[in-house]
């Protein structure tokens, strides 16, 4: 959504591409440190993570309040 590159991703987020390009590929998991540095980086950029509610989980641009 986003337009991301891994090295972006791995930037706004303060990880290793490395670490980035393992989980992209599913190569492990990564520590639960690394998965909120990441959730914090997309929600900086303004995507909001939606819970799984039946209809499954899923990501959005937040709504503009402005």
């Known amino acids: ?17 490395q670490t980035v390009a393992d989980f992209e ?7 639960s440190n690394n998965i909120a540095s990441i ?4 929600q900086k ?3 909001e993570l939606i819970p799984e509610n ?5 990501i959005r641009f937040k709504k503009s309040t402005g």
């Open 39 to 42: 959730t914090a980086a997309f």
């Open 54 to 58: 039946g209809g499954g989980a899923g």
């Open 45 to 47: 950029a303004g995507i």
């Open 25 to 31: 590929r599913g190569a492990h998991v990564p520590i």
């Open 1 to 17: 959504m986003l337009g991301w590159s891994q090295a972006q991703l791995a930037a706004e987020a303060n990880l290793s591409r």
